[in-house]
């Protein structure tokens, strides 16, 4: 990870665990919100987006404020909206993965209506590494610093 130019591997493992106690917490927000809307009878597809979305909002503004503090840029509207491309992308990749998997893990379960849940643990799993370092060498990049 030292990777970084100027950035030393123990900054920068300090920043990874920050993004994952953020990535926790906002996956908290985002399977309790996706149970909910799920249980409201939402389909899985509006579901999952909405729950997404509103993980987003939460990671954004605490990887911006804590996370990446050292590297947030005085425009937060543009790091917002990096910071939603990239999160998009994530989406694409957790609904795919979600859809995919919620047939066949339901089926395994021997509970069908559930297979949302191990199909988003692992769309999760899968996607928090983009997140990670798309957002890393885009979103929060230190000024002046480049990805060697």
């Known amino acids: 990870m030292a990777a970084f130019s100027g950035t030393s591997t123990s900054k920068e493992m300090e920043r990874v665990g920050r993004f994952l106690a953020v990535g ?11 149970t909910l809307l799920k249980l409201a ?15 987003l909002a939460n990671n954004f503004t ?27 992308v994530g989406l694409g990749l957790s609904n795919l993965i979600v859809l995919r998997l919620e047939g066949p893990l339901g089926s395994i379960l021997g509970h069908p209506a559930w297979g949302y849940l191990p ?6 799993g899968m996607v928090v590494f983009w997140n990670y370092f798309a957002n890393r060498l885009w979103t929060f990049r230190e000024p002046n610093r480049k990805f060697k």
């Open 41 to 55: 009878g939402l389909p899985t597809l509006a579901a999952n987006s909405l729950s997404f979305l509103a993980g």
């Open 62 to 88: 605490w990887n911006r404020m804590w996370t990446f503090g050292d590297a947030a840029q005085p425009d937060w509207q543009k790091q917002l909206v990096q910071f939603t491309m990239i999160s998009l």
């Open 119 to 124: 199909a988003k643990v692992i769309a999760t």
């Open 24 to 34: 926790s917490v906002g996956t908290l927000l985002d399977f309790s919100l996706l």
